[in-house]
């Protein structure tokens, strides 16, 4: 079981990156698949779900609104679109699943198993 996070990078304030996260050896379709990022100094913050079988969507308040999280299942892969970035969402980014999410707590980094290695996005002001 493999994830791995890509598409990080330096954008303007303002701009719009794209982050992938590829899965090996399992499918994403049975998992609930997440976004997280941490910033130096600050815990790990749950920013978009795609929760398993109904493929109901979550978003963290500070990213609603301008992040859209999807999933392709032929590539086996998930999305982040981030756009009207700004210099607040600079931290490494990561990707992670796991199958028994408790639905209310999406958003902690503690109930999921299987991470990437995480890409890092900085935004200049």
């Known amino acids: 079981v493999q994830l791995q996070a890509y598409g990080g990078g330096l954008v303007q304030t303002g701009g719009s990156l794209r982050l992938s996260c590829a899965a090996s050896?399992?499918?994403?379709?049975?998992?609930?698949i997440c976004w997280f990022r941490q910033a130096p100094g600050k815990e790990r913050e749950g920013l978009s779900c795609i929760r398993r079988g109904d493929r109901r969507t979550y978003y963290a308040n500070s990213v609603k609104g301008r992040f859209t999280i999807s999933r392709d299942s032929a590539a086996n892969a998930l999305y982040l679109q981030m756009n009207s970035l700004k210099p607040e969402d600079t931290a490494i980014y990561y990707c992670a699943a796991d199958r028994n999410i408790i639905r209310s707590s999406w958003w902690r980094a503690d109930q999921y198993d299987y991470w990437g290695q995480g890409t890092p996005v900085t935004v200049s002001s």
């Open positions: 050896g399992f499918s994403l379709d049975y998992y609930t």
